[in-house]
């Protein structure tokens, strides 16, 4: 089974500044499968990124995606005060779905 | 519009089952299969397994086989998920999602629908 882990845990940062999150997986996976999704509070989450760099429908480009063997990134240009929120990667095989533990995003 | 809705909340007592839907509308149901994803509280994800609408078949997570079973209604295009044998660490927000095969996404989301166990 590939194991994710996100870093760092927790990001404090102030609106209009930029955000990298990493996600690395335990062995190395096509990129095809891995994907971001934001969830904001009492929420579902929701799809933001897919195949490593394509934005799902709807998603300001301020959100961009990037990556491949084990390290992928995930990259908000400029926070948006609703961009201070949980961030989680996902990568999927025919075997099953796995997801990182995520990242909170927080005001500095 | 793509729709994925749940039902509603449930309280259900350690070692009972629990049975939560997902009603599909907006696109073709038997040509996207559905996941279920469990979030307990302040946790991550958690998948759990996928069905086919079209042929019903599923495939679990070793960690819930033999207590979970997924299954459809074709004529009013839902999937339903039981879980039995209940414990206190199954108390957890419980979704269904559309998936995309081709690039393994889980696009569309229902709304959750919370699950608490009491002793």
């Known amino acids: 089974e590939v194991v994710l882990t996100q870093s760092p845990g927790t990001l404090s940062l102030s609106p209009g500044e930029g955000a990298t999150l990493s996600c690395r997986t335990s062995?190395?996976?096509?990129?095809?499968?891995v994907a971001w999704y934001q969830q904001k509070p009492g929420q579902a989450p929701r799809l933001l990124i897919y195949a490593t760099s394509t934005r799902a429908t709807g998603i300001p480009d301020r959100f961009s995606g990037s990556g491949s063997g084990t390290d992928f990134t995930l990259t908000i240009s400029r926070l948006e005060p609703e961009d201070f929120v949980i961030y989680f990667c996902?990568?999927?095989?025919?075997?099953?779905?796995?997801f990182g533990p995520g990242t909170k995003v927080e005001i500095k | 519009q793509v729709q994925l809705v749940q039902s509603g909340a449930e309280v259900k007592k350690s070692g009972a089952s629990v049975k939560v839907s997902c009603k599909a509308s907006g696109y073709i149901f038997p040509d996207f299969f559905l996941h279920w994803v469990r979030q307990a509280p302040g946790q991550g994800l958690e998948w759990m397994g996928w069905?086919?609408?079209?042929?019903?078949?599923?495939v679990y997570a070793q960690k819930f086989q033999g207590r979970v079973t997924m299954t459809r209604d074709s004529s009013i295009s839902a999937v339903y998920m039981e879980l039995s044998r209940l414990r206190s660490d199954d108390a957890a927000v419980y979704y269904c999602?559309?998936?995309?095969?081709?690039?393994?996404?889980?696009?569309?989301w229902g709304q959750g629908t919370p699950v608490t166990v009491s002793s």
């Open positions: 062995q190395t996976v096509s990129s095809s499968f």
């Open positions: 069905i086919s609408p079209d042929s019903g078949s599923a």
């Open positions: 999602a559309r998936y995309h095969g081709y690039d393994k996404r889980l696009d569309f």
């Open positions: 996902q990568y999927g095989s025919s075997q099953g779905f796995t």
